[in-house]
């Protein structure tokens, strides 16, 4: 199985400033058509996921543009450019390149 | 309004059996593939199945290991979990989350439920 290494496991960050959680793959989730197959979903307390980002860097809608995902093969980064309250709880990465689906272990944000 | 109503959950003892059930409503449910997600308490997501929108295919977490057993029923717009041999490590918020998948975004995973919760204890 793909394994998905998330880190840090807990990122404090104060309102305005930048965040960044890293997402390693112990395999390359490269598909034969070109595409990179990592999202990352977000998960407020005492709420079900949301998936944020597709295919490395692609938003969903309705995501705000402080939101960035960025990578390729085996290393993945998702950004915000600047933390609102809101941006609270844990973020998971997934790779949808093979079977079985995985989930990294997940970081959990909270405001200084 | 789309929505996955998920339901079924329950106290179970070691060994025992559960079976899920996601009720879906405010879309065409024999459109979309469907899969299995659960959370342990205070841990991480865990995917478990899929399956696709006619139920041909279906995979499994390698962790299961041939004790759950997913279905749907297009007619009733509802997707099935069935789990046997329950463990202590099974305690978990499993959400019915739905999919459709193609080579421009992948996975969708755009729509879960609230979750279910199993509790396996003596």
């Known amino acids: 199985d793909v394994v998905l290494t998330q880190s840090p496991l807990s990122l404090p960050v104060t309102l305005g400033q930048p965040a960044s959680i890293s997402c390693r793959s112990s395999q390359s989730l490269v598909l034969s058509d070109g595409n990179t197959y990592l999202m990352w979903f977000h998960q407020r307390p005492g709420q079900s996921p949301r998936r944020l980002i597709y295919k490395v860097s692609n938003r969903d809608s309705g995501v705000p543009d402080r939101f960035s995902g960025s990578g390729s093969g085996t290393d993945f980064t998702l950004r915000i450019s600047r933390v609102e309250a809101e941006d609270v709880g844990l973020y998971y990465c997934m790779q949808d390149r093979y079977w079985p689906l995985t989930f990294g272990g997940g970081t959990r944000v909270e405001i200084k | 309004e789309v929505q996955l109503v998920e339901s079924g959950g329950g106290s179970v003892q070691p060994g025992g059996s559960l079976r899920l059930s996601c009720t879906a409503s405010g879309f065409s449910f024999s459109d979309h593939s469907m899969n299995w997600v659960r959370q342990s308490p205070g841990k991480g997501l865990e995917w478990l199945s899929y399956?696709?929108?006619?139920?041909?295919?279906?995979f499994y977490a390698d962790s299961l290991r041939g004790r759950f057993t997913i279905s749907r029923d297009n007619a009733k717009n509802s997707l099935y979990l069935q789990m046997n041999s329950l463990r202590a490590e099974d305690t978990a918020l499993y959400y019915c989350?739905?999919?459709?998948?193609?080579?421009?975004?992948?996975?969708?995973?755009?729509?879960w439920g609230q979750g279910t919760m199993v509790s396996v204890s003596s």
């Open positions: 399956i696709s929108e006619s139920g041909s295919n279906i």
């Open positions: 989350v739905r999919d459709q998948h193609n080579a421009l975004a992948g996975h969708s995973f755009d729509i």
